[in-house]
């Protein structure tokens, strides 16, 4: 079992919709929970980072942690065809420097 | 600013052939980190070096991979005897100190293929 699972997709929606996006993982000590955006045949873009629990807004984005459930979530309101990329959620142990990916979501907004 | 900046963009080699992959920093940036990113495997963390500390180098697939960090900027990535399965897109990222760590800049890649 991978440490952090996310679901592969694609995921396809249409302009204006809002769009959710999970992971769920094992390790009860990840302490940070990041989401990047990857627009292809690039790096990996930083969208948001949430340490510990809560929700956390930027925009039209939000990023949820539930810890006691070992789920995140990043919700995009107002979907534009500019957000269609791949997105991964990626977290981090207290103390440690690598990050811990997901496979990525692979999205798509149809205008 | 400038961003994280790695070269080559793309490299075809044959297989057992070495390669260097390099990668540039944001400047400033003392921490920096090396993952991979190949189909079915995700992104994978490769080595981290930080400052002058002795870099983790814990997630190194095999002996055939090194890096260094020369002057606590540039790096290099290299892989010796190259095999199929080396192929993938090598990604490095910095941060600004090894206590930043939540938010790392990637570079573009680089796209390696081995035939």
């Known amino acids: 079992q991978k440490e952090v699972e996310q679901d592969p997709g694609p995921l396809s929606v249409p302009e204006g919709a809002i769009v959710s996006l999970n992971c769920t993982y094992s390790?009860?000590?990840?302490?940070?929970f990041m989401w990047y955006r990857q627009y292809s045949r690039k790096g990996p873009e930083l969208l948001m980072y949430?340490?510990?629990?809560g929700n956390k807004e930027d925009g039209r984005f939000t990023a949820q942690v539930d810890k006691s459930s070992k789920y995140i979530s990043l919700f995009i309101r107002d979907s534009q065809p500019s957000d269609s990329a791949t997105y991964l959620c990626?977290?981090?142990?207290?103390?440690?420097?690598?990050?811990?990916f997901g496979q990525g979501t692979r999205l798509t907004i149809n205008p | 600013g400038a961003g994280v900046s790695q070269s080559p963009s793309n490299k075809v080699t044959e297989k057992g052939k070495d390669v260097e992959l390099r990668c540039d920093p944001i400047?400033?940036?003392?921490?920096l980190y090396w993952y991979r990113q190949s189909l079915g495997q995700g992104l994978e963390f490769l080595i981290y070096?930080?400052?002058?500390?002795?870099?983790?180098k814990s997630g190194l697939p095999s002996d055939r991979f090194s890096a260094e960090r020369t002057g606590g900027s540039v790096s290099t990535l290299t892989i010796q005897r190259t095999q199929q399965e080396d192929s993938a897109v090598y990604l490095c990222?910095?941060?600004?100190?090894?206590?930043?760590?939540?938010?790392?800049?990637f570079g573009p890649g680089t796209r390696l293929l081995v035939l």
């Open positions: 990222a910095s941060t600004r100190s090894r206590t930043e760590k939540e938010t790392q800049y």
């Open positions: 390790n009860s000590a990840f302490q940070y």
């Open positions: 949430t340490y510990s629990s």
């Open positions: 990626a977290m981090l142990l207290q103390g440690a420097q690598k990050l811990v």
């Open positions: 400047s400033g940036h003392t921490a």
């Open positions: 070096f930080q400052g002058n500390s002795a870099p983790d």
